[in-house]
Structure formats: structure tokens, C-alpha cells
């Protein structure tokens, strides 16, 4: 529940915030749905050049409104496409093959030159393209002065967490003026997790849920990973809280059986199967492993497990799964269909 | 004299080694002691005997083997840098492992067993290019083996590179900082039968073995047919390394440390300096995997302790050896 206060909390900083990037009136509260129908358009229209702070705390000047895009991690290109920009884009991260949301919502950009890894970033391809704005994580970070000696426009991003993903929406769509629909991204996002967490507000003793990840059964998420907020959100503890990792940390068996959780929930690219979970012979006194309560993250739509936008629908999913009887898969299925139909063009196949 | 002052050292190192096995049986994350080990407690009673005991039973057994075999490789190649790495063992088993995280699902069946394999193969080839040049002597042996080892991190880069680094390559970094966490009875038992009847055939050939650290005509003069006898050791030494290192990953510093402390210790070159270099692999091992499963929340990998313990006593000795000259 805290969460989602901070969440709320956040989203009408934001809206204070970008509107002070060149707006002149910022006093009404837009988070109401009646409201944001009646709104003012023009009150979210980008005025040129525009100055943002980015996710490394740079003065970031767009002279004029970007008409192509890069995108250099998954994370913000799934945001592009959220915020309809896909056919702006002229170059995306490697291996844009293996994200199961391309194929739905936006094939062609599969094909698009690609500009390299996280690792590896190909600043001479990406240049070919004459991009007016290249989206890359604060990771890449490395490669921004050889772009911007080059006059390429750069904004860094950092979405490894639900407040920074919300930060990352309304920059990337501000920059690209496109800032309605980002904000009406991010309301729908917050406004399903908090009718989620109402829902579940009255449960009492929270199941606990050990998140395994796409690598390995022994290597999970602790408290300060987005996986953690995932967990959370949907009404749940995660045993692993208490680790300190900032990236999967590897357990032993005996932590795990001494953690004993209540259900066991498998990331959504892992390779190996739940199956191979039940019939470990070393897991077989753990509670959920009897009790058949071990679980995959569905992976069809996309990797809910990370920051993209439609990952508050893994928190949905996994309530609907661990709290049946508080929020039901009918209701997370509508509005997962609800979102994805809207902001990526394409029906989701439902849940059972 | 002498006889006695062996006997007390070994004493020593065995009752060190009794010592940590101990402890390595009673730290873990689930809480197990004695009382309810002896009063039946089933789970405990579950977690001691198919984690805890084969944990401590693959440091203790694969420490001793690292150990062993790098004492052979030092003595066959009378080097004192090298190790089994020198002819491609880890680098093979490196990419035998990657090439399984990569296409065979990364189950620790297909891992193990391909790291198995690639570790092996990469060691028979080397052997086989060594055998095919004229006289198939140490230094062909060592050009061979540079050869197979480059080949294999080439292997191991381009699969790497191909790896998704959000899923493979962490899997593939994190098998090649070694780590016993996943060790169970079921995934280890195999291996370590392995390791052990490779072992034991380096002990019967002992003798020989010290004959090649001499030089070659005097082994042979002393009718050890050396190309042969350098092949099988090898060969022994190998499978007792990588069947370990299937099962735990790479794992840094052992097989160069051990020897030269037991060697310090000895002063000389002989079958008990053999067996002393594979108990001093076996204490560091399993004192490595007592800090690496409980100084942090998460498990750390091993290879940073064998190191970080390893470096500074391997000083230690070295400056106590300068004194005392």
C-alpha cells in the first residue's frame, strides 16, 4: 500500500514537474478519469527546444520534435511503443528477435538496424542512422560524450524501478511530445495497482513467495530489485527481502528449505520448467512443492519481471493466482486486454 | 628422525583438516545441530545428508584432487607454474559448460556433463597434437596445450558473445567463479566416485612420477618409458580435475597453491609431499566454501576465497622459508 501512495505521490510530482518544463499552467489535478477526457489538450503539447533532466542528471536540450528515434534497451523501446512512436524508430538494441512484444505490437522494428547491446554499443552504426534522439540506459553511459560529439542528441534512462520506469515514461514522452498518452500510461498503471491493492488490503497474513530467476532455481531477488516490487504489489512477501544484491544472488538448497516459502514463482524467460522444480528431489519438503504451488510468470506478452509498462499486469497476474478469491483472473484479464488493446494495438491472448 | 617428523606433520595437517570438516558440517543456512540430529529429526536428518555432507564431501574430495593434480602437473613438467589450466582442462570445461547453458537448457545435468566432456577433449587433443609431432616431448606437450587452451576461451568468447546477457552470460560468469552451492548427493555422487578412482592410480604410480621430474634420459635409463607414463598421469590427473570442476565450476588457485605449500613444508619432492598437496587443497577448499555460503546473505563465489586465503599464506611460507635461510 505504500507503495502505491508513493507511486501516486510521484505521478502528480510529475505532472507538477514536466509542466514547469515550459508550460505555463499546472494547477489542476489530472489523475481523474471524467477529467482527463474533458482535458485541454494542448496544456500536454512539447514546446521546443525543451530542457530535460535525465536519469544521470544531465540538462538534456531537444531543439525540436524528434522524428528519429533510437532506442537502445528493451525496456524504453517497450515504452516507445507504448507511447505509439514505433514507426519514428530507426534502430533498436540486439537481439529485438527474442521480445515477444515486438512480434505483437510492432513486427516491423524486429528488422531495424540494430545498434548493439548494453555491453556493446556500435556509436559509428548508430550515427549512420542520423537519429534526432537516441534513448540508451544510463548503463551505456559510456558512450555519450563519443554521440554527442558527433551532434547527437542523447537522453540516459534508468527504469529499474517502478518510480524510475514512471520517471522514464513522462521524459520519453515529453521528449517526444507525446506526453497525454504517457501520462495516460502511467495512470492506468497506478490507478489498476491501486484498486488491486484495496482489494487485497484486508488479507491478513500475506503468503510468502520465493522468485526464481530466468538463469537459475538458485539465484533470486532481494529487496532491492524491481522483482521485489513485483512481489509486493500483489499482496505478497518475498522471502528473499533481506538480501542486500542489487543484482540475482545466488542461495544454497538450505537457504531456500530454511526460507520454506509458500509459493515458488519462476521468472518469465526461465529455461527450465516447473516440472523440474517438483521433482527435485532436494525441494521435495518444501511446502509449496507438496502443495503444487509453484508457478511461472507467464512470458507470452512480455518479461514481467522488469520494468516495462505493462508489468503491473504481472503484479495483477500473480494476485489473481496467490488471492483468488480477492481479485479474480476475469478482472486481470480485462484489463490486461483493456491495456494492451489501447496503448500496443494488439488483443492478448487471456488467462485462465 | 626424519619418519617422525612426517608423521607429526601429518598428523597435524590431518587433524586441521578433521577440524574444518567439522565446522563446514555445522555452518549453513539451515539450522541443524547436533541434538536434533541424534533425536531423529527428519528434516534436519534430510538437509545433513543429502546437502550439508556431500557440500563438505565434494570441497574435501575435489580440494584434495586440484590439489594432487597440480602437484603432478608441477612435478611431470618440472614447473613450478604449472597447472592443469596449462593444457586446456579448464578452458575446455569452461566452454563445454557455456556451450551447455547456451543450447541444452543449462540443466545441472547437461552442464556437468558437458563441462566434463570439453575438459577431457580438450586435454586428448592436446595430448594427440603432442604425440603427433616427432618426439612428443614436454615442451611439444606445453606448446600443444597453449594451442587447445586458446582455442577453447575462443570457443568460450563466441558463445559469450551469443549468450543473452540478461539470462546466459550471468549463468556462464557465474559457473566459471565456481561455486558448491548447488551440490546435492544425486548431482555429485558420480562425480566423485570418478575422482577418486582417478586418484588413487596417481598414488600406485607415484614413483614413476618422480622419476619424469627428473631429467628425461634418466627416467628412461631407470626404464620408465616416459612418453607413456607422462601420457597416462596426465590423463588421471585430468579426470580427477574435471570431475570435480563439473560439478562446482572453476575453481582458482588450488592446484598452485597446494603444492607449493606441501612442498615448503617437505622441503622435497616425494610421495608424501604428494599426499600432503592434496590435503592442503582439501582444507582450502572447504575453508573457502565455509566463508563463500556464510559471510553474506547470498552465496559469494569460491574462487574469490581460495584466492583471497591462498595468496597471503602462500606469502606467509615463503617469507617464514626466507628467515629461516
Known amino acids: 500500500?505504500?507503495?502505491?501512495?508513493?507511486?501516486l505521490l510521484c505521478l502528480s510530482m510529475l505532472f507538477s514537474l514536466c509542466a514547469c518544463a515550459g508550460d505555463k499552467d499546472n494547477g489542476k489535478d489530472t489523475t481523474s478519469e471524467t477529467e482527463a477526457e474533458t482535458v485541454d489538450l494542448s496544456k500536454y503539447e512539447t514546446k521546443y527546444p525543451l530542457t530535460i533532466t535525465d536519469h544521470l542528471d544531465r540538462e538534456v536540450v531537444i531543439e525540436a520534435k524528434p522524428e528519429k528515434l533510437v532506442s537502445a534497451y528493451y525496456i524504453s523501446t517497450s515504452v516507445v511503443i507504448a507511447l505509439g512512436l514505433e514507426n519514428k524508430l530507426v534502430g533498436i538494441e540486439a537481439k529485438a528477435d527474442t521480445r515477444n512484444i515486438y512480434k505483437h505490437a510492432a513486427p516491423d522494428i524486429i528488422e531495424l538496424p540494430s545498434v548493439g547491446t548494453a555491453k556493446n554499443f556500435d556509436v559509428e552504426g548508430c550515427a549512420a542512422l542520423n537519429p534526432d534522439l537516441v534513448i540508451i540506459p544510463v548503463k551505456l553511459s559510456g558512450v555519450i560524450e563519443q554521440l554527442e560529439a558527433l551532434g547527437i542528441t542523447v537522453l540516459a534512462v534508468n527504469p529499474e524501478s517502478s518510480e524510475e520506469l514512471i520517471q522514464t515514461i513522462a521524459m520519453i514522452s515529453k521528449a517526444t511530445d507525446t506526453f497525454y498518452r504517457g501520462s495516460s500510461v502511467i495512470t492506468e498503471m497506478t490507478r489498476a495497482l491501486a484498486k488491486l491493492g484495496e482489494r487485497i488490503s484486508d488479507v491478513e497474513e500475506k503468503p510468502t513467495v520465493y522468485l526464481a530467476s530466468n538463469s537459475a532455481l538458485l539465484s533470486t531477488a532481494g529487496a532491492a530489485m524491481y522483482q521485489n516490487t513485483l512481489i509486493e504489489n500483489a499482496g505478497c512477501v518475498n522471502v528473499a527481502k533481506d538480501i542486500t544484491d542489487t543484482y540475482w544472488a545466488e542461495v544454497s538448497y538450505e537457504q531456500l528449505l530454511t526460507w520454506n516459502p509458500d509459493y515458488i514463482v519462476l521468472a518469465s524467460d526461465s529455461?527450465?520448467?516447473?516440472?523440474?522444480?517438483?521433482?527435485?528431489?532436494n525441494l521435495a519438503a518444501l511446502d509449496a512443492v507438496k502443495n503444487n504451488r509453484v508457478i511461472k510468470l507467464p512470458g507470452d506478452i512480455e518479461s514481467w519481471d522488469s520494468p516495462v509498462p505493462g508489468s503491473f499486469v504481472g503484479s495483477l497476474w500473480l494476485a489473481s493466482q496467490i488471492h483468488a478469491?480477492?481479485?479474480?483472473?476475469?478482472?486481470?484479464?480485462?484489463?490486461?486486454?483493456k491495456f494492451y488493446k489501447e496503448y500496443y494495438g494488439f488483443t492478448p491472448e487471456l488467462f485462465e | 628422525m626424519k619418519k617422525y617428523r612426517n608423521l607429526v606433520l601429518l598428523s597435524a595437517i590431518i587433524l586441521l583438516l578433521f577440524s574444518v570438516v567439522c565446522v563446514s558440517l555445522a555452518v549453513g543456512k539451515f539450522p541443524i545441530t547436533v541434538e536434533g540430529l541424534i533425536l531423529g529429526n527428519e528434516m534436519m536428518?534430510?538437509?545433513?545428508?543429502?546437502l550439508r555432507l556431500p557440500r563438505t564431501m565434494v570441497a574435501?574430495?575435489?580440494?584434495?584432487?586440484?590439489?594432487?593434480?597440480?602437484s603432478v602437473f608441477q612435478t611431470v613438467f618440472h614447473n613450478p607454474l604449472a597447472a592443469p589450466d596449462m593444457i586446456g582442462v579448464s578452458s575446455g570445461a569452461s566452454a563445454g559448460a557455456a556451450f551447455a547453458i547456451l543450447f541444452a537448457s543449462g540443466t545441472v545435468f547437461s552442464v556437468g556433463l558437458a563441462s566434463f566432456i570439453g575438459g577431457l577433449a580438450a586435454v586428448i587433443v592436446t595430448l594427440l597434437l603432442s604425440g603427433a609431432v616427432k618426439n612428443g616431448g614436454k615442451a611439444s606437450i606445453v606448446l600443444a596445450g597453449i594451442a587447445v587452451h586458446s582455442l577453447c576461451q575462443?570457443?568460450?568468447m563466441f558463445l559469450k558473445t551469443a549468450a543473452d546477457p540478461e539470462r546466459e552470460l550471468a549463468s556462464i560468469e557465474y559457473w566459471i567463479m565456481g561455486a558448491l552451492n548447488g551440490v546435492s548427493l544425486k548431482n555429485s555422487y558420480v562425480n566423485m566416485i570418478i575422482c577418486v578412482v582417478s586418484v588413487l592410480p596417481i598414488f600406485l604410480l607415484s614413483r614413476q612420477i618422480i622419476m619424469l621430474s627428473n631429467s628425461e634420459d634418466e627416467a628412461k635409463m631407470l626404464g620408465v618409458p616416459v612418453n607413456k607414463m607422462r601420457f597416462v598421469v596426465l590423463i588421471f590427473a585430468t579426470l580427477a580435475v574435471t570431475s570435480t570442476v563439473s560439478v562446482t565450476g572453476i575453481i582458482s588457485f588450488v592446484g598452485l597453491l597446494a603444492p607449493h605449500a606441501a612442498a615448503l613444508m617437505t622441503k622435497k619432492v616425494d610421495s608424501f609431499t604428494l599426499l600432503l598437496s592434496g590435503l592442503c587443497g582439501s582444507i582450502l577448499l572447504t575453508v573457502a566454501d565455509v566463508f563463500s555460503r556464510s559471510l553474506a546473505s547470498s552465496e559469494l563465489p569460491v574462487s574469490i576465497f581460495t584466492s583471497l586465503i591462498g595468496a597471503p599464506f602462500l606469502v606467509w611460507l615463503l617469507w617464514r622459508e626466507r628467515r629461516r635461510a
Open chain 2, 45 to 50: 536428518g534430510r538437509v545433513f545428508l543429502t
Open chain 2, 60 to 70: 574435501v574430495i575435489g580440494g584434495f584432487a586440484l590439489g594432487i593434480a597440480g
Open chain 1, 271 to 281: 529455461e527450465y520448467t516447473v516440472e523440474s522444480v517438483l521433482v527435485d528431489e
Open chain 1, 1 to 7: 500500500m505504500k507503495r502505491i501512495i508513493a507511486l
Open chain 1, 325 to 337: 478469491k480477492e481479485y479474480s483472473v476475469v478482472e486481470c484479464n480485462s484489463v490486461m486486454v
Open chain 2, 154 to 156: 575462443t570457443v568460450l
